[in-house]
Every structure is written in C-alpha cells, then in structure tokens.
C-alpha cells in the first residue's frame, strides 16, 4: 500500500513509532507551510533563514520522514517565521 493512502495510525505502526507524536509533528508542519505562505516566502528563502537546503524544506513540508523530524527543528522554523511557542503538559485521563 502507498503511503499516501495510510492512515497516521497505520504509518506510525509501520515505522515504529507513536501515532500522537506524529500527528502533533504534521499539525506543525502545516503551521509552517500556511506562515510561509502568508509570508510568501519560497521553500528557498525559508531554507536560507533557518540554514538547511531548500531540498530539506521541501522534505519536512511534504512530510516524508515525519517520524524522523524532530520537534526542535519544526519549532525552530516556526520561530524564524516569527512564532512564539508555548509548550503546556496535560494529564491524560
């Protein structure tokens, strides 16, 4: 099966890792596509801000290797897009 036609769950299961994280992963990845665009800014001059290729952004945006795309890096785009972020815990019930 294609990976475009799996579901989060099906995908994270596949590679090993926790659906929720990966979910969390592509609600910022989306953050970052929607700000760059409202920014207009290319793929390129994001790439520039932050220091990785263009190639890399490309990448992370398409949200092939989600899994392997830390939370650092994803907050450190958003932060050169001019975002703040807080990160809040709360208990599971």
């Known amino acids: 099966m294609a ?3 799996m ?3 099906e995908i994270a299961k596949s590679l090993g890792v926790n659906a929720e994280e990966v979910r ?3 609600k910022l990845i989306e ?3 929607k700000a760059r ?3 207009q800014l290319s ?3 994001l790439a520039k801000k932050v220091g990785v290729s263009q190639s890399r952004i490309a990448q992370i945006e398409s949200g092939i290797g989600t899994s392997k795309v830390t939370f650092d890096i994803l907050l450190n785009i958003l ?3 001019g975002f703040q972020y807080k990160i809040t815990v709360k208990n599971a019930a």
């Open 7 to 9: 579901t989060v769950d």
């Open 43 to 45: 793929q390129a001059l």
């Open 37 to 39: 665009k409202a920014k």
């Open 79 to 81: 932060a050169k897009l």
């Open 24 to 26: 969390e992963k592509q």
């Open 31 to 33: 953050q970052i596509v």
């Open 3 to 5: 990976w475009k036609e």
